[in-house]
């Protein structure tokens, strides 16, 4: 069975600064799917990145990016020049492929003015 | 449509009274996904559909829940007899078929919110 481990269930940053959002998983599967999803009050979940486990480049996207270790299985956040908007909760996730995520208990952020 | 569209988006329901919640997926993925997600916890798989085929409902936490997708579209998750702990979010997600960049990618929508008095 997978498991998702988020060990900080909160942060605070400042705003333009830079914040990391750690996340391990345990699997012994060799090829899978990371995700970070961000969830606003709204309780939407919405795609912030995406990382296939074969691909040893880390993933950005925009002020988002990954620290994939794959030997360590460990898959960190990183939001560079963080805004009021990042503000929520963020939740890591893990799935084989093509089937059911696996998250962890997520890590509520909060950006100060 | 543009994104995953679920509905009643609240839904109050006193205890014993059966609901449905509803999902349309996005146009043209074939898998689609229930979720459950209690108050200050992270969302906990319950039913996984590919087409209209159910592969997987080991998630489902009891008989009184029950899922169904016809005609590989639209979903209903019921659950029957509601019970306070019944009390979360449930979202729904989609995903398009193992092929191009999205593969293996989920989208979700903005959920249901049940209340169960």
């Known amino acids: 069975a997978q498991t998702v481990t988020q060990s900080q269930p909160e942060m605070s940053v400042q705003e333009a600064e830079t914040v990391t959002l750690s996340c391990t998983y345990d699997?012994?599967?060799?090829?899978?799917?990371l995700f970070w999803y961000k969830q606003p009050p709204s309780r939407q979940m919405i795609l912030v990145i995406r990382?296939?486990?074969?691909?040893?480049q880390n993933a950005t996207e925009n002020r988002f990016s990954v620290n994939f270790q794959k030997a360590a299985k460990s898959f960190s956040l990183k939001i560079s020049d963080s805004q009021l908007g990042d503000t929520a909760m963020y939740f890591c996730?893990?799935?084989?492929?093509?089937?059911?995520?696996?998250f962890g208990t997520g890590t509520r952020l909060a950006v100060r003015p | 449509g543009a994104g995953v569209s679920q509905s009643p988006r609240y839904k109050v329901a006193k205890r014993g009274q059966d609901v449905a919640l509803r999902c349309d997926p996005i146009?043209?993925?074939?898998?689609l996904f229930w979720y459950q997600q209690a108050l200050g916890q992270g969302p906990e798989f319950l039913t996984y559909?590919?087409?209209?085929?159910?592969?997987?409902k080991s998630g489902l936490p009891s008989d009184r829940f029950f899922a169904e997708r016809p005609e590989g579209s639209v979903s209903t998750l019921k659950i029957q007899r509601t019970q306070q702990e019944d009390s979360a979010v449930y979202l729904c997600?989609?995903?398009?078929?193992?092929?191009?960049?999205?593969?293996?990618?989920?989208?979700f929508g903005e959920g249901s919110w049940l209340t169960v008095v």
């Open positions: 146009s043209g993925h074939v898998s």
């Open positions: 996730a893990f799935t084989p492929g093509g089937d059911k995520l696996t």
């Open positions: 990382q296939e486990a074969y691909k040893q």
């Open positions: 559909f590919q087409n209209e085929a159910q592969l997987d």
């Open positions: 699997t012994s599967e060799n090829n899978y799917y």
């Open positions: 997600a989609s995903s398009p078929p193992p092929t191009g960049k999205a593969q293996n990618t989920i989208y």
